[in-house]
């Protein structure tokens, strides 16, 4: 998604610290006055890009298996690898797939966020967020520090760390 990206902001209800991140404690409890319209429409956008990403990668994963069958055959006929690899175009297969991950990485995190902004929004605790993802409230308290981390010069709102920064 481009730049111009809405700010995510947050909400809740329990008044509990999400802890320090360096840019001061965001404190869970205080809800802000926000139309709710556009957090859902960022959602809608996110997680369409991520079905997207998703079937590029399934496919990506089909071509993976299917290259890899074939090099599977021809390393137990003995064929050289150095005639197996140029002929599967190895250096594109492998980049294609690589992509792939990346792009699926990228938008399955941005797509968390909102939805963890969104969780905010309805009120949830860190906790609350942590138990309806499975994961631990530390983990959980990234999150919302990222979804609500007001964004560096030059950086658009709720990008926060590298896509698999807090792969999950």
Not at 6 to 31: M, Q
Request: proline share 7%.
């Amino acid at each position: 998604m481009d730049g111009g990206r809405p700010e995510v902001g947050h909400g809740g209800s329990d008044n509990r610290s999400a802890g320090a991140t360096g840019r001061g404690d965001v404190t869970v409890g205080e809800r802000r006055p926000r139309t709710v319209e556009p957090l859902h429409r960022m959602a809608e956008v996110d997680l369409e890009d991520l079905i997207e990403s998703t079937m590029v990668l399934e496919r990506e994963l089909v071509t993976h298996e299917t290259v890899c069958r074939r090099i599977l055959a021809d390393v137990r006929n003995d064929v050289p690898i150095g005639c197996v690899l140029p002929a599967v175009h190895a250096d594109q297969w492998r980049s294609a797939l690589t992509e792939a991950i990346k792009r699926f990485e990228q938008t399955r995190h941005r797509a968390r966020l909102v939805l963890v902004s969104m969780s905010l929004d309805e009120g949830m605790s860190i906790a609350e967020i942590a138990r309806s993802w499975g994961v631990s409230r530390q983990l959980a308290s990234r999150w919302v520090h990222e979804a609500t981390a007001q964004p560096g010069p030059g950086e658009p709102p709720g990008t926060g760390p590298p896509a698999g920064a807090y792969l999950a």
